[in-house]
């Protein structure tokens, strides 16, 4: 939301940059910023069954993006929508429907084209799968990766979900309670976690292969952002915490190549 | 399904079916003969002590088969038999009595418990009702003990918006517990929950059936869920159970095309073993106009002829049904 500066009335980025292909976009006028919304970065929502206007058809709702940025007349904007829709697994000739008209998988496929409808550079996909069903979720993740290759657009794919994660990224950030705790390749990241925080998250998901072993959880739970907050975030739950990590915050120490962590102890831990 | 003898089943579902008039407007109350075909002739058996699970995408009928053995819902055909006792067939106290060995945990903890009720309130909520006077604030205790939250003493006075999702959950499965039921049903109880905070709930449901002999129908779309909670797996597709057997074999070996459909849809926790997936086509139809013949077969890879005749589950291994021809062959 900070990326795209739709942070909530009262939220304020107190500190920090946003670049944005070699432009500060924190520092962008509400005016430049309507430029760069959806023309340079846009978004798939999570909840593509209550983000689309029930009252406009699916063509109103993707042309008010394309007519937000450029002045086109009617026929380019159908078969930008019509080559949009074929894009996304879609029958164009169904462009003059209503979003109740569609299922979810659908809905969330015009989600999709939405977000392309103006090629943007960077897509940000927030939980795009979240309310789908496996099938259905499947069809979705294997649409978003051959996109992401023909189109060769960026993305930030938000998720809770780890496998979702394995299926698609090339690069995790882990993130908790604010603060990214360990970022890198993510191969390196599911094969050799480093933090804490990623060694359990990823202990804790049941799998489909191997054999079946007791799954470990990490107890307590986040803490509240309201108050104060120990260095070490994740102080309260870490079966390694030390009195320092109380004391000192960890800084982000580079690991090889391509990952990062925000641990004082990785390598003790490592090691055991 | 048909081995069993009765003693140790503790339910027995027999061809239930629930249909649901459409109506075609909103002030008619005529339905021309259109129904929404919830569940089409399931016939199950939970077995005393084992945890089944019931998983499917949705809309197949998963939590309307869940609240006709709760009976919340009257069947439109079929019978289920509760450890021997016909649950449409009884009335008044006895069902009372029944009710008393089934509870039900929901999937939106946030939703599920009353915000007015204190904890106390809401767990000991079905003692009150089924006038079990004796002890309430003793067993309400025990109860929250036995899920985790303790001491007891700190969470009675407190209200859900003061606890967070995970402990929310154990709330409820407190409550469920505080009658010493011998069925749970659970209807997807980890899907609101987080990742870290799922893995803790499911272990504490593990537990419980260890310490309380508990029975439980588990319902979730998550397979990986089920495989790791349950003894035995039901598939549902449309209103019918497509596929049933040991939970670790169906995961390792299905034999029904759409098991294997869902299963290869699964995205692994794993990077490196990517993209693998057999993709089926479209999406689930509505059960209104469910097709001829086998369910599956629009969307079926390996449909034929005969297919055009529904059918049945059949043996094709130890203690595994499925409802496919090909079972066998493919």
């Given at each position: 939301m900070t990326i795209m500066r739709l942070l909530p009335t009262g939220a304020r980025v107190y500190d920090g940059r946003v670049i944005l292909g070699g432009q500060d976009i924190l520092n962008a006028t509400e005016e430049q910023m309507r430029d760069i919304r959806w023309k340079q970065v846009s978004i798939i929502f999570q909840g593509a069954l209550n983000s689309l206007n029930p009252v406009l058809t699916v063509r109103e709702q993707i042309a008010e993006g394309i007519l937000a940025h450029e002045t086109v007349d009617k026929k380019t904007i159908d078969g930008r929508i019509d080559a949009l829709f074929r894009y996304v697994g879609l029958d164009p000739a169904r462009r003059m429907n209503y979003p109740h008209e569609f299922s979810g998988g659908m809905k969330q496929r015009i989600m999709i084209a939405m977000a392309l409808a103006c090629n943007p550079a960077l897509v940000i996909a927030d939980e795009p799968t979240t309310a789908l069903d496996v099938v259905v979720q499947y069809q979705i993740l294997d649409l978003i990766r051959n996109l992401r290759e023909k189109l060769q657009i960026s993305m930030i794919l938000i998720t809770h979900d780890l496998s979702v994660v394995a299926e698609l990224s090339d690069k995790i950030a882990i993130m908790y309670a604010g603060k990214i705790v360990e970022y890198g390749d993510t191969f390196e990241i599911f094969e050799r976690p480093k933090h804490p925080y990623t060694r359990a998250l990823l202990k804790s998901i049941p799998k489909m292969q191997g054999a079946k072993t007791r799954l470990t959880y990490i107890s307590g739970s986040v803490p509240d952002l309201t108050g104060p907050v120990p260095a070490c975030r994740f102080y309260d739950r870490c079966?390694?915490?030390?009195k320092k990590c109380a004391e000192v915050e960890p800084k982000t120490e580079q690991v090889g190549t391509n990952q990062s962590v925000a641990c004082h102890f990785w390598r003790d831990i490592e090691k055991q | 399904m048909t081995a069993n003898s009765s003693q140790d089943t503790l339910v027995e579902v027999k061809n239930i079916k629930k249909l649901f008039p459409v109506r075609r407007g909103l002030f008619t109350r005529s339905h021309a003969g259109r129904f929404v075909h919830a569940v089409d002739g399931v016939s199950v058996a939970i077995r005393k002590g084992e945890i089944l699970s019931l998983v499917g995408?949705?809309?197949?009928g998963k939590t309307t088969l869940a609240r006709l053995i709760l009976r919340l819902l009257a069947p439109t055909d079929g019978t289920i038999i509760f450890d021997g006792q016909n649950l449409f067939g009884t009335s008044g106290g006895e069902m009372r009595k029944l009710r008393l060995q089934m509870q039900a945990v929901f999937q939106d903890p946030y939703a599920s418990l009353d915000p007015k009720k204190t904890i106390l309130q809401v767990v000991s909520e079905p003692l009150v009702v089924n006038r079990l006077k004796n002890g309430v604030q003793e067993r309400v205790r025990e109860s929250l003990l036995a899920v985790g939250l303790s001491p007891p003493e700190l969470y009675l006075s407190k209200f859900p918006y003061e606890l967070s999702g995970g402990q929310r959950q154990r709330v409820a499965i407190a409550r469920a517990i505080v009658i010493n039921p011998r069925l749970i049903v659970a209807d997807e109880p980890v899907s609101m929950l987080d990742v870290s905070i799922r893995a803790e709930i499911l272990t504490l449901m593990l537990d419980l059936r260890q310490k309380f002999n508990l029975t439980y129908l588990f319902i979730t779309h998550d397979l990986a869920v089920a495989r790791y909670v349950s003894d035995r797996m039901a598939v549902m597709y449309l209103g019918k159970i497509v596929e049933i057997g040991p939970a670790e074999e169906i995961c390792a070996n299905p034999l029904h095309p759409y098991t294997k459909a869902l299963l290869s849809a699964l995205p692994s926790a794993d990077p490196r073993a990517r993209h693998k997936g057999v993709q089926v086509k479209g999406e689930v139809p509505n059960a209104i106009e469910i097709p001829a013949g086998c369910r599956f077969r629009p969307r079926c890879p390996h449909a034929f002829e005969k297919c055009m005749v529904e059918p049945e589950l059949v043996r094709v291994g130890p203690d595994h049904y499925a409802a496919c021809y090909l079972a066998e062959e493919i």
């Open positions: 079966q390694y915490a030390q | 995408e949705s809309g197949c």
